[in-house]
């Protein structure tokens, strides 16, 4: 078993589909931040058999609905003097731009690669987002 | 500015207005044969489709205007690279109102975005094709004389056929709409369209891939033709295109008033043995597609008659 440090100030991103950590790295732009990032790649869960977990320490002003996008069922703990001081809910946001892209071939996007790529959530309770331009479902993972 | 990209763009009411407007220029057309003097239409076909650019041609100079335009993406500026969005703001420079055909899905949209000029979105890949649906509405209005009430039969590629898609969101505004759906598995209307708006909205509809069981209920049966150019594997597309054909035999089942509709070009999906049965109405339908876009180059130009 592996084990990391537990974090002081900061955000425990746990709950991320097995594999999907490094799109949430690259989403919230860590790679740019000097923030103390752990990335913990498949581990064991009981309820979804393996996941990523995400842990950043000495931040948490991040856009954390973005997540939602990307994944809805990934859980958010603020963490505050080494315990969890707040759980975040993601509200998923009507419209997002250049966040997810669409990877429909019969879409304009995949000719015009100057297009920004937008997306409208169509259904809130199943967290569906589609193309603005071709209509096409965002496909998670 | 208003333009017609989706056919949900049009409210309920403006769907009336419009389909209105057509019934009575198709009644009265000297009425209304000059009222775009003056006024350009450009075609902006990045793909050829003959009978849907001629019948926005048709429709422009019968209202006494012109039209200008391209046939292909050869043809066009596309071929050299430029965007959607560049040619609609140079296109809005020449003409008062446009209509474009292109493969690519939402380029209409994008064009409606930099365009100073209504754009009439005139098929873009499998996605809309908006004016289909009006000259599918404005069929059956005419030719029922209502829209509420009638069971619509879509049978063949209910998977990539948009035309099919765009009639079940338009038809489901209507009150005791029902929908038997015939398709092979393979081409079975998209599990979005189910959920998201025929469950949603709580209307009826049978899923089944026997043409013959389904006839006797139908008050409509929309016929489509399984389109190659939808297919990226070829071996699909011949496995698939000739489930179902609409002959004379077939046609015995049916209700003496049921109309027969097709979006047009068939191929082989309604044998040329019933042309001259009444209840064939797709020669209709591509007359009647003239006179609903006639109607829509009026009101997006908003130009008034009396």
């Known amino acids: 078993m592996l084990n990391i440090g537990g974090i002081q100030n900061g955000v425990v991103m746990d709950h991320i589909v097995a594999g999907c950590a490094m799109d949430i790295y690259h989403y919230l732009e860590l790679d740019k931040s000097d923030a103390t990032v752990a990335i913990i790649k498949n581990a064991k869960s009981n309820v979804m058999g393996k996941k990523d977990i995400i842990k950043i320490e ?20 603020i963490i505050k003097e080494g315990v969890i001081a707040e759980k975040r809910k993601l509200n998923l946001p009507e419209r997002v731009t250049n966040i997810i892209r669409c990877k429909n071939p019969r879409c304009i996007t995949s000719i015009e690669q100057e297009l920004p790529h937008r997306f409208k959530l169509t259904n809130r309770a199943k967290g569906v987002y589609r193309c603005e331009y071709c209509e096409q479902q965002f496909k998670r993972g | 500015m208003r333009h017609l990209i989706s056919p949900l763009d049009l409210s309920p009411d403006e769907v009336t207005d419009l389909l209105n407007l057509a019934e009575d220029i198709y009644s009265s057309p000297e009425k209304y044969s000059h009222c775009c003097t003056g006024k350009k239409l450009a075609t902006l076909f990045y793909e050829p489709s003959t009978r849907t650019r001629l019948s926005f041609e048709a429709a ?20 050299k690279g430029e965007s959607v969005a560049d040619t609609i703001r140079i296109i809005s420079c020449y003409a008062d109102i446009c ?28 996605h809309n094709h908006p004016t289909q649906t009006l000259t599918d509405l404005l069929t059956i209005k005419n030719l029922k004389g209502h829209l509420d009430g009638l069971t619509i039969g879509f049978c063949g590629d209910l998977k990539f056929g948009r035309t099919v898609h765009s009639l079940i969101n338009a038809m489901v505004r209507y009150p005791n709409t029902k929908f038997v759906l015939i398709s092979p598995k393979e081409l079975q209307i998209p599990t979005y369209l189910k959920e998201e708006t025929l469950d949603v909205l709580n209307i009826p509809y049978e899923e089944t891939s026997n043409l013959e069981e389904a006839l ?14 939808r297919f990226f594997n070829e071996e699909d597309y011949i496995r698939l295109k000739d489930t179902f ?19 047009l070009p068939r191929v082989n999906e309604i044998s040329t043995d ?28 908003g130009i008034k008659t009396n």
Request: net charge negative.
């Open chain 2, 216 to 229: 006797p209920k139908l008050d409509i049966l929309y016929m489509t033709r399984v389109q190659k150019e």
């Open chain 2, 245 to 263: 054909i609409l002959d004379k035999q077939k046609m015995q089942l049916a209700k003496d008033d049921m109309l027969v509709l097709h979006p």
């Open chain 2, 99 to 126: 209509a474009m055909r292109h493969p690519k899905e939402g380029a209409p949209l994008v064009a409606s975005m930099h365009s100073s000029i209504p754009v009439i979105n005139a098929g873009d890949g499998g």
């Open chain 2, 60 to 79: 422009m100079l019968n209202l006494g205007g012109s039209v200008l335009g391209f046939s292909s993406a050869d043809s066009s500026s596309a071929s």
């Open chain 1, 58 to 77: 000495g931040y948490t002003d991040f856009d954390f609905d973005v997540l939602g996008v990307i994944d809805p069922n990934i859980t958010i703990n």
């Open chain 2, 274 to 301: 019933i042309d001259d049965d009444p209840r064939a109405a797709y020669f209709k339908q591509a007359n009647f597609g003239v006179y609903a876009r006639m109607a829509l180059i009026l009101t997006l130009l």
